[in-house]
C-alpha cells in the first residue's frame, strides 16, 4: 500500500514537473480569473446582517417596523453637565440653532424632526387645553429656562426620551430620506457640530443606528487596507527568516495571492457579502497558507544541502513524495476546523467566513502541490544558508532556531512524567474554567472605545433610558378593539411589569398618550394621569389629538385599524446577559398574564433579535467543536490506520482549548463572536503540528531502531524547525488582527494566535513525552 | 403638399400660442379670489383617510361655514363612526393676522366642551393631510405670503389651465406654511385651481391636492371631491362632499357652544 501510493506519488510528481511553465501559466491564469469576480463583493455592514435573513425573529422585526413605520434615526444628543444642564439660555440657543441647521441638511427629513425646539406642550387649562411649543421664544434669563425646565419635566413622554431624567442632556433626532445614504450624513452632521457655537461645559454626540451602519462601511475599508499590506510583509519577513533565498520568499506569497483571490473571487462570484468579520478572512488566510510551502521548502533545502549536485526535478519529487503526505493530512484537518465553524454556525457571517476559509485552505493545498514544485523543478539549485550539510554525515547543520528546539527535545526526554502531569493540571484547571464561561456580547463592542461612536452610545445610555429597543406587537382581534379599557388596562400593567427590570429605563405606548390627554382635558390634575374609563372617550382622545397632529403621528404606537399596537421598551445595556433576564421574564409575563384569546403580545425589536443570535453562539461554539474535533481524529485515525494515533494526535489541541477556557473562566472574558469562533480553527490548525510531529517520529523511530530518545533529537532540529517557522507564520498571520481597529477581530486573532502557540508547544512537548511513557505500537514499536 | 408649405403653415399656426403673453400671475389670483364662494354653506362631508398600507379610516360630518365681515366660522359635526359620533368641532378664523383663532371641540364622552389652543397655519388638519391654511384658504389663494408667476400651460381633467408657481414671500413664511413651493393648474375658465403640487422645506416634493367633479350649485362652482396624497408619508386623504347648499338659511345660534354640546 505504501509503496503503491509512493508511486502513483512519484509519477503525479513526475508528471507536475514534466512541463512546469505549463503548470506555472495555468496556474497564474486561474489566479487572475480568481481576481476578475473579486470588484463584484459587496459589502453588507448592516448589523441585520448577524441573523440569517429568514429567522423569524428578524422577519418579524421587519414586518413590526414596517407596520409601525419604525424607523433608524440619526440621534444627536446635546449634553451640559452644568449646574441647569441643557435648560439655560445658552444651551437650548444651540438646541435649536442645530434644529434649524440639521432641517437644511441634504437626506433629513425637515418635517420628521424631533427636538426641544420642535416638541409642543400639552397644557389642561380651566376651559380647556393648550397645545404650544415647549419653547415659544428662545429664553433670555435663567428663570424663563426653568420655566422650560418645569414644563418639560412634567411631560412623562418626553423625561427620559427627549431630555434626560436629570436634565443634563437633551436629544434632536432626525429621520432620512434615503437610509442607504446614511454614511454621508453622519459624517456632514460630524463637521456641523464642528462649526456649532459651543461653550465650555457642552457637548453634542451623535449616535444611533443609522450611524452605526453607515459608519461600519467606512470602517472595514480603512480597517482592510491596513491588516492586509502588514499580513504580507510580516509573513514575506518570516519566510525570509526561515529561509533566507528570493524563492524562499516568492513561493509562499505566490500561495498566499492564489488563496486569498481564491477564497474572495469565489464569494463573490456566488454573491455572498462581505461583512464585519470577512475583513479576517484574507489575513487568516495568508498566515494559513504559506504553511505547507514552509514544510516544502524546509525538506527541499535539507535535500538540496544533502544532495547539491543532484537535478532539480530529482531533488523537487523526492521532496513532494515525502511531503504530499502530511501537507494533504494537515490541509484536510484545517478544512476540518474551518468546515465545523461553518456547519454549527447560524450566523450568516461565522458559516460563510468558516466556508471560505476552508476553500482557501483547499487551494492553497493544490497549488502547495501542483504550483510549487513546478517551480521549484525549474529553479536552479540555489542552497539556503539556513540549511548546511553536516560534515561527513546525513544530517544538515543547525542553526540557532534548531539548536533551541533541540535543547527543548533534551528536557522533554528527560521530563516526559512532569510534562504529563503538568497536561493533566491543565485539563483540570479547563474543566473548571469552562463551566464558568459567561456567554455574552454587545454590537457596540464591535468599535474601538475611542470612536466617537462608541463614547456617543455609553452617555446616550448613562444619561437617557437608553438606545436598545425591546418592541412588544400586541394584537387584539377587530377594529378599534385597542380602546377597550380592558385591555389598555393589560398592556399598562405589562409596561409597569417589564419597567420594573433591571436596565428597562422606560417605556412607551398609547397608553402614555392616552393618559397624558386625559390629565390635559381634566384640568391638568396630577391624579387625572391615567387611562379613561370608557372605549368612545379613548376614541375621541386620538380625534382630539388629531384636530392639529400630523395623520402619522401614532404610527409608531398604533395602526390605523387601532387593532395593533406596539410597545417600545428601552433598554441602557445592550449586553446579552442582560437581555436575556428581561427577554425571558418579559416572555414568561406575556404567556402566563397576558396573552388571552382576545389580544396576544410578542416580542420584537432590535433586542429581541440580538438575543437570539447571540444565544445561538454557544451552541455554534459546542457545535463546531465537535464537529471539527470528530472530523479531525477521523482523518487522523485514517491516515495513521490507528484510533489510538487520532487520540494521541488531539490531545495536544485538547490541552490547548481547555487551557484557553481556563483562562476564559478566570479572567471573565465572555464567549462572544471572537471567542466562539476561535476554538474550531485552532483544532484544525493546532493539530497540524501533531500531524507533522507522529508522521516525523514514524520514520524517525524507524530509521533509528525503536530508539524513541534518537528519534526525538532527530526531529526537533528538522520537522520541530519547520514546525516553529509555521507556527511563527500563523501567530503572527492572526496575531496582525490584533491591530484591527475591529474589537471582535483583535480578540479573535489574540485567541487563535495563543492557541496555536500553545498547540505547538504541546506537540513539541506531550506528544513526544506520551510517545515515550506509553510507547502506542502505531508509532512504530514493536511491543513483544 | 410638398414640405416648404407644410413648414409656413405650422408656423403661422404656431406661432401665436408661442409669442401670446400668458396672463400675469396676480391678475389669475385676483379672478380667483374674487369668484363667488356663497357667504354661507352647508354641506355633508366624508373624510376618507388612508395610510400608506391601504387601511382606511371613513368618517362622515355635518359641516357648516359662514363668512362674517371680518372673520369666517366653521363647525363640524362628526355623525360617523360611533365611536367618535357627535363630536363636534367649531373655529373661528379672524381677518386680522395678529388675532389668534377660536376653536373648541365638544367631546360626548367627557360631556364637555373644551377650548383648544389655535392650531398654526401649518399644521395638519383633523388628521388629513390639509394643513389649516389649505382648509382656511378652501378654493382661494394667498396674495401676501407668495411671490408667484405664470410658468406655462397645460391640460388637467381635460381642461385647459394656467400654470402658475408661487414661493413664500419669506423663508419665515414658509417655514410657517411648510412649503418651501407651490405650483397650481388654474383653470382659466372657471378660475378654479384643479390641481396643486406643494414641496416641503428642503425641495422634496411634498402632495399633491387634486379637485374633481366640479359643477355648479346654486350657481356657484363647487368641488365635490379632493384628493390629497402625502409623497413623504404616503397617507392619502380624500373630502367628498354632498348635498352642498349655499341658500339654507344657517342660523349664528349655530356656531355656539352650546350648539355643540347638543347637537344638530
Not at chain 1, 457655537?197 to 482592510?224: C, L, N, Q, R
Not at chain 1, 519529487?317 to 490541509?331: A, G, Q
Not at chain 2, 389651465?161 to 417655514?175: G, N, W
Not at chain 2, 392619502?236 to 347637537?263: A, C, H, P, W
Request: proline share 4%; charged share 20%.
Amino acid at each position: 500500500m505504501l509503496n503503491k501510493s509512493k508511486t502513483f506519488a512519484s509519477l503525479f510528481f513526475q508528471a507536475v514537473t514534466a512541463k512546469p511553465r505549463l503548470v506555472i501559466s495555468i496556474g497564474l491564469m486561474v489566479i487572475i480569473g480568481f481576481a476578475s469576480f473579486i470588484p463584484d463583493l459587496q459589502k453588507d455592514t448592516r448589523t441585520d446582517a448577524f441573523i440569517p435573513e429568514d429567522h423569524p425573529a428578524l422577519k418579524f422585526r421587519d414586518k413590526t417596523k414596517e407596520l409601525f413605520g419604525l424607523e433608524d434615526p440619526m440621534v444627536i444628543a446635546v449634553i451640559n453637565k452644568g449646574k441647569n444642564g441643557v435648560f439655560n439660555p445658552h444651551t437650548l440657543a444651540l438646541v435649536d440653532w442645530l434644529t434649524k441647521k440639521i432641517a437644511k441638511m441634504n437626506n433629513v427629513d425637515p418635517d420628521r424632526m424631533t427636538s426641544l425646539a420642535t416638541e409642543n406642550n400639552i397644557i389642561g387649562t380651566d376651559d380647556g387645553m393648550l397645545v404650544q411649543p415647549f419653547i415659544e421664544q428662545l429664553p433670555i434669563n435663567q428663570q424663563q429656562a426653568d420655566q422650560i425646565h418645569d414644563a418639560v419635566m412634567d411631560f412623562p413622554l418626553y423625561v427620559g426620551s427627549l431630555v434626560s431624567r436629570n436634565g443634563k442632556g437633551t436629544l434632536i433626532t432626525a429621520e432620512l430620506m434615503d437610509q442607504t445614504k446614511a454614511q454621508q450624513l453622519y459624517q456632514n452632521l460630524l463637521e456641523l457640530i464642528e462649526t456649532a457655537p459651543v461653550i465650555d461645559g457642552e457637548e453634542i454626540h451623535i449616535a444611533g443606528e443609522g450611524a452605526v451602519s453607515g459608519y461600519m462601511g467606512a470602517y472595514i475599508d480603512a480597517d482592510a487596507f491596513r491588516l492586509n499590506p502588514i499580513a504580507a510583509v510580516v509573513i514575506s519577513l518570516i519566510c525570509l527568516l526561515a529561509f533566507r533565498t528570493l524563492r524562499g520568499m516568492i513561493l509562499p506569497n505566490l500561495v498566499v495571492i492564489a488563496t486569498a483571490a481564491g477564497a474572495l473571487g469565489l464569494m463573490a462570484a456566488f454573491d455572498v457579502r462581505f461583512f464585519v468579520i470577512t475583513n479576517a478572512l484574507p489575513v487568516v488566510l495568508i498566515g494559513i497558507s504559506v504553511a505547507d510551502t514552509i514544510h516544502i521548502l524546509s525538506d527541499y533545502y535539507e535535500d538540496v544541502a544533502l544532495n547539491p549536485n543532484d537535478h532539480p526535478r530529482n531533488i523537487t519529487v523526492r521532496t513532494m513524495e515525502r511531503m504530499w503526505r502530511p501537507i494533504t493530512l494537515t490541509s484536510l484537518t484545517t478544512m476540518a476546523g474551518f468546515l465545523g465553524l461553518s456547519l454549527a454556525s447560524v450566523m450568516p457571517p461565522m458559516k460563510y467566513f468558516g466556508l471560505f476559509a476552508m476553500v482557501g485552505v483547499g487551494i492553497a493545498w493544490i497549488y502547495s502541490l501542483i504550483v510549487v514544485p513546478a517551480f521549484l523543478s525549474l529553479l536552479k539549485l540555489k542552497p539556503s544558508s539556513a540549511h548546511k550539510q553536516r560534515n561527513n554525515s546525513t544530517h544538515t547543520e543547525v542553526d540557532l532556531f534548531g539548536k533551541v528546539l533541540t535543547r527543548l527535545g533534551a528536557n522533554v526526554i528527560r521530563f516526559p512524567k512532569s510534562i504529563l502531569l503538568l497536561s493533566l493540571s491543565i485539563i483540570i484547571a479547563g474543566g473548571i474554567g469552562a463551566s464558568k464561561i459567561q456567554l455574552d456580547e454587545t454590537l457596540i463592542r464591535t468599535f474601538d472605545r475611542q470612536e466617537p461612536l462608541f463614547i456617543a452610545d455609553s452617555i446616550l445610555n448613562q444619561l437617557f433610558d437608553g438606545t436598545h429597543y425591546l418592541d412588544i406587537m400586541i394584537e387584539t382581534t377587530n377594529d378599534e378593539d385597542l380602546f377597550i379599557p380592558e385591555n389598555l388596562k393589560l398592556i399598562e400593567n405589562l409596561q409597569k411589569y417589564v419597567e420594573s427590570l433591571p436596565h428597562v429605563e422606560g417605556s412607551t405606548s398609547l397608553v402614555d398618550y392616552l393618559k397624558q390627554m386625559n390629565r390635559a382635558l381634566n384640568e391638568g390634575r396630577d391624579d387625572a394621569y391615567r387611562l379613561p374609563e370608557n372605549a368612545n372617550l379613548a376614541a375621541q382622545y386620538f380625534l382630539l389629538y388629531s384636530i392639529s397632529g400630523d395623520p402619522t403621528d401614532f404610527q409608531e404606537e398604533v395602526d390605523y385599524d387601532y387593532r395593533l399596537a406596539n410597545v417600545r421598551i428601552r433598554l441602557n445595556d445592550g449586553r446579552y446577559s442582560k437581555l436575556k433576564v428581561v427577554i425571558e421574564k418579559t416572555q414568561k409575563y406575556i404567556d402566563e398574564q397576558f396573552n388571552q384569546p382576545e389580544i396576544t403580545a410578542k416580542l420584537s425589536g432590535r433586542v429581541n433579535i440580538d438575543y437570539h443570535w447571540i444565544k445561538r453562539l454557544e451552541e455554534s461554539h459546542v457545535g463546531s467543536i465537535a464537529i471539527a474535533l470528530l472530523l479531525v481524529w477521523l482523518m487522523a485515525s485514517i491516515s495513521f490506520r490507528s484510533m489510538v494515533a487520532g487520540t494521541i494526535s488531539l490531545l495536544p489541541v485538547l490541552v490547548t482549548i481547555l487551557m484557553i477556557y481556563a483562562v476564559m473562566g478566570y479572567f471573565g472574558i465572555w464567549l462572544s463572536i471572537s471567542t466562539s469562533m476561535f476554538a474550531a480553527i485552532a483544532i484544525g490548525l493546532g493539530v497540524d503540528f501533531s500531524i507533522h510531529t507522529l508522521e516525523r517520529l514514524q520514520t524517525l523511530i524507524r530509521d533509528n531502531h525503536e530508539n524513541i530518545d534518537q528519534a526525538m533529537l532527530d526531529l526537533y532540529p528538522s520537522t520541530g524547525r519547520a514546525l516553529l517557522f509555521n507556527f511563527i507564520a500563523l501567530s503572527l498571520g492572526f496575531g496582525v488582527l490584533a491591530t484591527s481597529k475591529v474589537i471582535v477581530l483583535q480578540e479573535f486573532g489574540l485567541m487563535v494566535a495563543v492557541a496555536i502557540a500553545t498547540s505547538f508547544i504541546a506537540s513539541m512537548t506531550l506528544l513526544p513525552a506520551l510517545l515515550k511513557i506509553f510507547k502506542p505500537r502505531f508509532i512504530g514499536f514493536n511491543r513483544h | 403638399m410638398n414640405m416648404f408649405i407644410y413648414i409656413i403653415l405650422l408656423s403661422v399656426f404656431s406661432t401665436p400660442l408661442f409669442s401670446a403673453e400668458l396672463m400675469n400671475a396676480e391678475e389669475i389670483a385676483r379672478h380667483i379670489n374674487s369668484r363667488d364662494e356663497g357667504i354661507a354653506v352647508s354641506r355633508f362631508l366624508t373624510m376618507e383617510l388612508t395610510d400608506k398600507r391601504g387601511k382606511q379610516r371613513i368618517r362622515k360630518t355635518h359641516a357648516f361655514r359662514k363668512y362674517y365681515d371680518d372673520e369666517k366660522r366653521t363647525a363640524i359635526f362628526y355623525l360617523e363612526p360611533k365611536s367618535i359620533k357627535d363630536t363636534a368641532f367649531l373655529t373661528y378664523d379672524y381677518q386680522a393676522a395678529n388675532k389668534d383663532d377660536d376653536q373648541w371641540l365638544y367631546l360626548p364622552a367627557l360631556r364637555k366642551v373644551r377650548r383648544i389652543s389655535a392650531s398654526d397655519r401649518g399644521d395638519y388638519f383633523l388628521g388629513t393631510d390639509f394643513t389649516y391654511e389649505d382648509i382656511k384658504l378652501e378654493t382661494r389663494v394667498s396674495i401676501e405670503d407668495y411671490n408667484r408667476q405664470t410658468i406655462g400651460e397645460d391640460e388637467i381633467d381635460g381642461f385647459h389651465c394656467l400654470l402658475i408657481e408661487s414661493i413664500p414671500v419669506t423663508d419665515e413664511i414658509a417655514a410657517e406654511l411648510g412649503y418651501s413651493r407651490v405650483q397650481q393648474c388654474v383653470d382659466d375658465q372657471i378660475w378654479m385651481v384643479r390641481q396643486s403640487k406643494m414641496w416641503d422645506l428642503n425641495g422634496n416634493p411634498l402632495k399633491t391636492i387634486h379637485s374633481s367633479d366640479i359643477r355648479q350649485v346654486q350657481g356657484i362652482w363647487t368641488q365635490h371631491i379632493l384628493d390629497v396624497v402625502n409623497h413623504k408619508t404616503g397617507h392619502q386623504t380624500k373630502f367628498m362632499f354632498s348635498d352642498v347648499q349655499y341658500d339654507k338659511e344657517i342660523n349664528d345660534n349655530l356656531f355656539t357652544k352650546n350648539t355643540l354640546k347638543r347637537g344638530l
